[in-house]
């Protein structure tokens, strides 16, 4: 079937420790991208790919990084630099690559980051 | 930039009422409102959108509508099921950048 997986679903951190999601999709998506979800806040952006090699800052970057070397790849780490990390984060593909946020995104169904 | 704000944050209705789920937005240049669903464990699936140049949008129990004017947008869900039962989001997209409402938990009672 064709989709995004993410993984793992539960994650469990030390403070002052990186941790990094898995994002792979097989929907021969050019765009992707990783949300942030706390309660009462909707999705945040975090970062974006449009293409292999290439990727962009969201709304809230800080304490994050990414990279994109491959197209159904997109990593997500989060750093000890990040202050408050204990999220749900979310994982998205786009097939149109003409904007970081243009057409249907189609999400994963999220890795839940607890930090201890 | 832009501002979307959703409400309400929790609606209660009984099985067969309608639900009604409202969104403001704050920039005038936004031209697409798509609508997500989220399931319990779930990411959350597009389930309607509409384009500024339409005021309205159904698909089948589901219908947006659109006031450019007063910059806001509702999502209309009719004969309502408990498989409904969900958390809502808006989203306004201005220059490419698509923003999130803070999303409705939807409760579907039998």
């Known amino acids: 079937d064709g989709g995004i997986t993410q993984s793992p679903k539960y994650l469990f951190r030390k403070e002052g420790q990186n941790v990094t999601l898995s994002c792979e999709q097989n929907?021969?998506?050019?765009?992707m991208y990783w949300y942030r979800q706390d309660p009462g806040q909707g999705l945040r952006l975090i970062y974006y790919?449009?293409?292999?090699?290439?990727?962009q800052k969201g709304d809230i970057a800080e304490g994050y990084s990414v990279s994109r070397e491959k197209k159904e790849s997109f990593p997500l780490t989060v750093t000890s630099a990040q202050k408050n990390p204990t999220a749900f984060y979310l994982c998205?593909?786009?097939?149109?690559?003409?904007?970081?946020?243009?057409?249907?995104?189609?999400f994963g169904e999220g890795s839940r980051l607890t930090v201890l | 930039g832009e501002n979307v704000e959703q409400h309400p944050s929790t609606l209660s209705v009984q099985e067969g009422d309608s639900a009604v789920i409202k969104c403001t937005y704050s920039?005038?240049?936004?031209?697409?409102f798509p609508w997500y669903k989220q399931e319990l464990g779930k990411g959350p699936q597009l389930i309607i959108d509409?384009?500024?140049?339409?005021g309205e949008k159904k698909d089948q129990r589901i219908a947006v509508t659109l006031n450019k004017t007063a910059k806001h947008f509702s999502l209309h869900i009719t004969e309502t099921q408990p498989e409904d039962s969900a958390v809502y989001f808006c989203?306004?997209?201005?220059?490419?950048?698509?923003?999130f409402g803070t999303g409705t938990r939807l409760l579907v009672s039998p």
């Open positions: 998205a593909s786009s097939g149109l690559a003409g904007g970081p946020y243009t057409g249907e995104l189609f």
């Open positions: 929907l021969n998506h050019d765009a």
């Open positions: 790919s449009q293409i292999v090699n290439d990727f």
């Open positions: 920039d005038s240049a936004s031209n697409y």
């Open positions: 509409i384009r500024s140049n339409v």
């Open positions: 989203a306004a997209r201005s220059f490419q950048k698509l923003v």
